[in-house]
């Protein structure tokens, strides 16, 4: 089966042909005008995506050697992300599909993370714990089995890559800022100490490290950029690695994969690998260019799911809220 997969959950216009011996095409297109106004702009966003659907369509097509004739399967992202962007991407979808006469199928763009992961590990098989670190998410899920997933933590307030990105903007570095972070914090010699979050049970909270680490750039503004990159990511990851410590202690899980957007940071990585050998685990990474938002994961989570479930109604709506995974009431925050 040959799946063509649409993402536009956000700020990037992504088109991906994956067929069963593998991905094909994977294009990205980044919109660089958000780094103008220090986030992203929904309203630019949005017309972005709707210049640039074509043409990478037609590019994926030629990339792969095929023609849309050859797709047997149209896959998009129906959310969470950005409403005015997500109807670009989900309307362009089925347009496509009935247009050419193939089945639909929407993807919740959490899930296709999550299948970012096993697209990266063929041999990786449930039960596993997932940790999704992004901008817009952190969250703790259990893969039990094949669309079998419980939220057993989550964010309280703001996601570790939004506090990555709004204290880099702070220092001046621009937007997004997660990657000149992570390449000052290697040149520090004094990492800032900054306080480590601790909420109840599994969940996460990056609103108090946010402004922990404003205060402190205010207390001590001639400290280097790069010491306070390194106590920021410092914070940031040691309060990911303890959820995930706990975690595999308590539901007694052996396999941990790390998916998102931050999980391409090689410090992050480095401290979960010493956790898996110290705790008892072994990690699972995906690809780097399957972290970010990219379509190859939809079009893996669709293909999955139009398998088990058939194709998806063509008046399914846009959602710019709600996870792929049941959250228990004993473990609502």
Same mark, same amino acid.
């Given at each position: 089966?040959?799946?063509?997969?649409?993402?536009?959950?956000?700020?990037?216009?992504?088109?991906?042909?994956?067929?069963?011996?593998?991905?094909?095409?994977?294009?990205?297109? !980044?919109?660089?005008?958000?780094?103008?106004?220090?986030?992203? +702009?929904?309203?630019?966003?949005?017309? &972005?995506?709707?210049?640039?659907?074509?043409?990478?369509?037609?590019?994926?097509?030629?990339? &792969? $050697?095929?023609?849309?004739?050859?797709?047997?399967?149209?896959?998009?992202?129906?959310?969470?992300?950005?409403?005015?962007?997500?109807?670009?991407?989900? !309307?362009?979808?089925?347009?496509?599909?009935?247009?050419?006469?193939?089945?639909? =199928?929407?993807?919740?763009?959490?899930?296709?993370?999550?299948?970012?992961?096993?697209?990266?590990?063929? !041999?990786?098989?449930? &039960?596993?714990?997932?940790?999704?670190?992004?901008?817009?998410?952190?969250?703790?899920?259990?893969?039990?089995?094949?669309?079998?997933?419980?939220? =057993?933590?989550?964010?309280?307030?703001?996601?570790?890559?939004? #506090?990555?990105?709004?204290?880099?903007?702070?220092?001046?570095?621009?937007?997004?800022?997660? #990657?000149? +972070? /992570?390449?000052?914090?290697?040149? @520090?010699?004094?990492?800032? #100490?900054?306080?480590?979050?601790?909420?109840? $049970?599994?969940?996460?909270?990056?609103?108090?490290?946010?402004?922990?680490?404003?205060?402190?750039?205010?207390?001590?503004?001639?400290?280097?950029? @790069?010491?306070?990159?390194?106590?920021?990511?410092?914070?940031?990851?040691?309060?990911?690695?303890?959820?995930?410590?706990?975690?595999?202690?308590?539901?007694?899980?052996?396999? +941990?994969?790390?998916?998102?957007?931050?999980? +391409?940071?090689?410090?992050?990585?480095?401290?979960? !690998? #010493?956790?898996?050998?110290?705790?008892?685990?072994?990690?699972?990474?995906?690809?780097?260019?399957?972290?970010?938002?990219? %379509?190859?994961?939809?079009? %893996?989570?669709?293909?999955?799911?139009?398998?088990?479930?058939?194709?998806?109604?063509?008046?399914?709506?846009?959602?710019?809220?709600?996870?792929? @995974? /049941?959250?228990?009431?004993? @473990?609502?925050?």
């Amino acid at each position: 089966m040959i799946t063509l997969g649409i993402d536009t959950s956000c700020d990037d216009t992504s088109v991906a042909v994956l067929g069963d011996d593998g991905v094909y095409a994977n294009l990205v297109s !980044s919109h660089l005008i958000h780094a103008e106004f220090g986030g992203v +702009v929904p309203e630019f966003a949005s017309r &972005a995506h709707t210049k640039l659907l074509y043409p990478l369509l037609e590019l994926a097509l030629r990339t &792969a $050697g095929i023609s849309l004739d050859d797709i047997d399967l149209v896959a998009a992202t129906a959310g969470p992300g950005l409403i005015g962007s997500l109807l670009c991407g989900l !309307s362009f979808g089925k347009a496509l599909a009935q247009a050419s006469g193939k089945p639909f =199928i929407a993807v919740n763009h959490l899930e296709g993370h999550i299948w970012s992961l096993l697209l990266s590990n063929p !041999s990786l098989r449930p &039960a596993f714990l997932a940790l999704l670190v992004s901008g817009g998410h952190t969250e703790l899920i259990m893969v039990r089995d094949s669309f079998d997933y419980t939220e =057993i933590g989550a964010t309280l307030d703001d996601a570790c890559g939004e #506090a990555l990105d709004k204290v880099g903007k702070l220092m001046g570095l621009g937007y997004p800022a997660g #990657a000149a +972070v /992570e390449r000052l914090a290697v040149r @520090a010699e004094s990492p800032a #100490a900054l306080p480590r979050p601790n909420p109840k $049970g599994l969940d996460f909270s990056y609103s108090g490290l946010k402004t922990a680490a404003r205060n402190y750039l205010t207390a001590n503004p001639a400290t280097p950029a @790069a010491d306070l990159s390194a106590g920021l990511q410092e914070a940031a990851f040691d309060h990911l690695v303890d959820r995930v410590s706990r975690a595999v202690k308590e539901f007694d899980v052996r396999q +941990v994969g790390v998916v998102g957007g931050v999980a +391409v940071n090689n410090r992050l990585r480095e401290k979960l !690998s #010493a956790a898996g050998r110290k705790v008892g685990f072994e990690l699972y990474l995906p690809l780097p260019e399957l972290c970010t938002d990219n %379509a190859a994961m939809i079009a %893996a989570a669709g293909r999955a799911r139009f398998g088990t479930f058939g194709p998806s109604a063509f008046d399914v709506p846009a959602f710019d809220r709600a996870s792929f @995974a /049941e959250r228990p009431a004993s @473990a609502a925050s």
